[in-house]
């Protein structure tokens, strides 16, 4: 009966241990690099944002936005994925002083989701 017991209460956990032991054990896709870097306060504006990943990406679920300070898109058509599957990068519009959000979402090739955000600044002209 006390086996038993452990069986039932012992299964979910068991679960539990494998999916984050195979989390932990496969590929992800997190941004290695970022062009603009987080935090970073750029005196010029830059053409376009760059991120690049530490396993390949899909290209089609891979998402990027440039959101202004009032959340408006800055982005100028589709996000490109590069042949090697690692650097996903969109062109921005020219962006004025203030304060920009980029926002990543993509599903790594053993169809994991990562996703995150981070922002830069525009430096103005004073
Ligand atoms: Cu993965």
Redesign the pocket.
């Known amino acids: 009966m006390k086996i038993f017991k452990l069986l039932i209460f012992g299964a979910p956990l068991l679960l539990a241990a494998s999916v984050t032991g195979l989390?932990v054990a496969?590929?992800?896709?997190f941004p290695e690099q970022e062009t603009p870097s987080a935090g970073q306060r750029l005196s010029a504006p830059p053409s376009e944002v760059t991120i690049k990943f530490d396993?390949p990406i899909e290209k089609l679920f891979a998402k990027l936005e440039v959101l202004d300070p009032d959340g408006k898109p800055e982005t100028i058509g589709p996000p490109q994925v590069d042949p090697t599957a690692l650097t996903l990068s969109v062109k921005v519009a020219d962006l004025k002083p203030g304060d920009y959000t980029v926002k990543w979402g993509v599903v790594?090739?053993?169809?994991?989701h990562?996703e995150g955000s981070y922002v830069f600044t525009v430096a103005g002209g004073a």
Do not use: G, P
């Not at 496969?26 to 896709?29: F, I, K, L, M, V």
């Open positions: 989390r496969s590929a992800h896709s396993a790594c090739i053993d169809s994991h990562t």
